[in-house]
């Protein structure tokens, strides 16, 4: 099977993430194609791991790639934060859970769905794709100033006004139901020099849209606590993240989690002995060396922040 996704930041994770015991047990929240859990699985015989991914297709691909490891891994299919709100008492808490936060390159170049504004395909966007609205549904029912506040909320969108007004504009004459279509449609309602920009003028909006569509920003802080909640006392809890909504989330819930830390900012690790439930591990989070950016341009937003439980939530 060609698999099209390069996990990010992968040696910085597994350093900070490996196993420091023996027969450890690890959750691949937001497992994908499998590229950080195969890493982990073959780097390290004794770990135990259970792969979460809301997207059936991109799993079975991940099941064929990971078989090698037979019962070592188990899957579980849904969204990481309904996993973890679940958690049988019984099974034994995660030592490390890992969330990559960022959409496999698999959905953009294989799955159909719309993803890419550089491909002619139905404008769905889901991971799920037995839940909730697809991009076009969503673009064919929001008024125009919640669609424009929708594109500036989630993506920093600065011409989303414009945007929206041409959506809605076209809607008279048809609903925009593929990814060609609308990714025209913004070429044409942006100014020309956003158009001839470095960045192609529909990323944000195809950004916002997806995030919409699959509750990305709404459904984070939930994955946040729940993994937090279940993960044994001295795991390690990491995130990474590709926007800046997105890591203002996790640095804030790491933030507070350590909120009585006496340590100044400018240490790169806290050692405050204060009451808190969290050692931030990585105070500025950490990101790809030129190296990687240069293999792997799509890496360059990524950003890893890792946190280690020192306290249960009563406080023991």
Known sequence: MDFVHTPVLLEETVRYLGPRSA?????????????HSYAFLSRFPDLRLIGIDADRVIQDRAR??????????????GWSQSFFAGYPAELKRPDTILADLGVSLFHYEKSGRGFSFRKDEELD???????????AELLARLPEKELADLLYNNAGERYSRRIARAIVERRRHGAVKRAADLAELIEGAVPAPYRRGPVHPATKSFQALRAAVNGELSRLPDLLEGAFRILEPGGRLGIISFHSLEDRIVKNFFREKNRNCTCPPEAPICKCEG??????????????????????????????????????????
């Open 23 to 35: 027969g450890e047990l690890m959750v691949d929240a937001t497992m994908g194609e499998g590229g």
């Open 64 to 77: 064929e790639r990971l078989k090698e490891f037979g019962g070592r891994v188990h899957f579980y299919t």
């Open 125 to 135: 966007m889901r991971l799920d794709t037995s839940d909730g609205l697809s991009a």
């Open 275 to 316: 009451r808190r439930s969290v050692n931030i591990l990585t105070r500025k989070g950490v990101v790809p060396g030129a190296a990687e950016t240069g293999q792997n341009p799509r890496s360059r937003s990524a950003r890893l922040r890792v946190g280690e439980k020192v306290l249960d939530e009563d406080g023991q």
